[in-house]
T-cell receptor, first 114, second 113 residues
């Protein structure tokens, strides 16, 4: 079966702009989580969605937002981009937000802010 | 959330068994222990998960002592393709059907020919 698909794979934006990243989970998966990975901070949890509802949110400013659609696809948006937002953004999907459910990660979107 | 501590890096020769130990002293009763593997510029990949004693799958084994304050990931007969970063995670069960994965620094395993 198809894995988690993230688009675009690479993105270059200018400071102050906004960006939208997309994630298509594995068919049948209803839980989608987003993570930011940087060399300095490592992998950090952004937020989690289940049935179109944000269930959990990490410690990120309000410039980071997301949503989930009825088909479980998810988008995250970053407004007023800063240089420090340059990172690999990873999306993970699972059947449901349960501790004994495996999370499958996509290959990520590499965002570069210049 | 229980904090995890694992070695920053490890080297191993091909064909050897590799054991990576993770410390999680403050693990809670309902927490599970999960290991992920990550190659450069790719998302993490689930390896194995357990609650107590020993769990084995086709890729690895996970040993968890009775006090659950540590765990050891065992990779049998590693190959060059096992060179990656390995993350030990303690995953809490919130009871509300919501959870997040908290990644530490991980252990960078380098397999030498």
């Amino acid at each position: 079966k198809a894995g988690v698909t993230q688009t675009p794979r690479y993105l270059i934006k200018t400071r102050g702009q906004q960006v939208t990243l997309s994630c298509s989970p594995i068919s049948g998966h209803r839980s989608v989580s987003w993570y930011q990975q940087t060399p300095g901070q490592g992998l950090q949890f952004l937020f989690e969605y289940f049935s179109e509802t944000q269930r959990n949110k990490g410690n990120f400013p309000g410039r980071f937002s997301g949503r989930q659609f009825s088909n479980s696809r998810s988008e995250m948006n970053v407004s007023t981009l800063e240089l420090g937002d340059s990172a690999l953004y990873l999306c993970a999907s699972s059947l449901e937000p349960s501790v004994d459910t495996e999370a499958f990660f996509g290959q990520g979107t590499r965002l570069t802010v210049v | 959330l229980a904090k995890t501590t694992q070695p920053i890096s490890m080297d191993s020769y091909e064909g050897q068994e590799v054991n990576i130990t993770c410390s999680h002293n403050n693990i809670a009763t309902n927490d599970y222990i999960t290991w992920y593997q990550q190659f450069p510029s790719q998302g993490p990949r689930f390896i194995i998960q357990g609650y107590k004693t020993k769990v084995t799958n086709e890729v690895a084994s996970l040993f968890i002592p009775a006090d659950r304050k540590s765990s050891t990931l065992s990779l049998p007969r590693v190959s060059l393709s096992d060179t990656a970063v390995y993350y030990c995670l303690v995953v809490p069960w919130s009871g509300a059907g919501s959870y997040q994965l908290t990644f530490g620094k991980g252990t960078k395993l380098s397999v030498i020919p």
